[in-house]
């Protein structure tokens, strides 16, 4: 399995993953160019992308899959109601519709609801021959039910968005924070920390944090207070990351 995150924040998000046999784009935001650029920097040809798993439908997160997929056929996987609320897809063919597992011949994709503002938001658990990456952003908290599912995964990919105080004492108005903290909005680094010390076992190798604010939240605050969150309940791991806005990542390999 290879792992590439392309672009994780609020001006567009993609990840890449491989399996032996697929070649996956979760989320396609930013736009076409950047998407297939990034593609060709790390050795994949775009035409050779055969799933593309969509998490939500806020535009970071599909900005650029219109016009993906007018080039590259690949298959679009999303719940029913996600997909009637799609106009722009409507009369592409390649559509997979799924409830909470995504099947293909050789993969089972799990995936787990989301507490977000858009409509039939979902995160990924992607295994394949005891190999295994969990991407999780765009969600006010992780339910409780999901943990077991969730637990000991080789490479998570979570959602750090923002620091509570600095999110609190800046600029954006009230409503907007408000929806920020809320049960329907981010995780804050906080948060993440909290839930890495669940997840985080003898199994994991890695991980990034996902979707950072780049008005309430910096690199450095969220590793600090991340790291913080996992000596405070006794975890030891320290191959954290965060993903860059810009920037791709190591393409991690498993």
Request: hydrophobic letters at 35%; charged letters at 25%; glycine letters at 4%.
């Amino acid at each position: 399995m290879r792992i590439c995150i392309f672009a994780s924040g609020s001006k567009g998000n993609s990840t890449y993953i491989e399996t032996k046999n697929h070649k996956i784009l979760l989320d396609m935001g930013k736009n076409k160019k950047y998407i297939v650029d990034s593609l060709k920097s790390i050795g994949v040809n775009p035409k050779d992308i055969d799933i593309i798993l969509i998490s939500h439908l806020h535009n970071d997160h599909i900005s650029a899959l219109e016009n993906f997929v007018k080039s590259y056929k690949a298959t679009v996987c999303m719940p029913e109601k996600m997909f009637a609320s799609l106009d722009s897809l409507q009369n592409y063919e390649h559509i997979k519709i799924y409830d909470d597992e995504i099947e293909f011949e050789d993969l089972t994709i799990k995936t787990i609801k989301s507490s977000h503002d858009a409509v039939a938001s979902r995160n990924f658990i992607i295994e394949e021959d005891g190999h295994s990456v969990v991407q999780i952003t765009d969600t006010g908290y992780i339910k409780s039910k999901y943990f077991n599912l969730l637990k000991n995964k080789e490479v998570y990919l979570l959602e750090s968005n923002h620091d509570i105080e600095m999110l609190t004492h800046g600029p954006y108005p009230d409503w907007l924070k408000k929806r920020v903290l809320s049960d329907e909005g981010h995780l804050s680094n906080q948060a993440c920390g909290f839930y890495l010390a669940k997840l985080i076992g003898d199994k994991t190798k890695k991980v990034y944090l996902m979707h950072l604010s780049e008005v309430n939240n910096t690199p450095s605050i969220a590793l600090a207070t991340v790291k913080d969150s996992l000596r405070e309940y006794n975890v030891s791991f320290e191959d954290i990351k965060c993903a860059e806005q810009d920037n791709i990542s190591e393409v991690i390999e498993l």
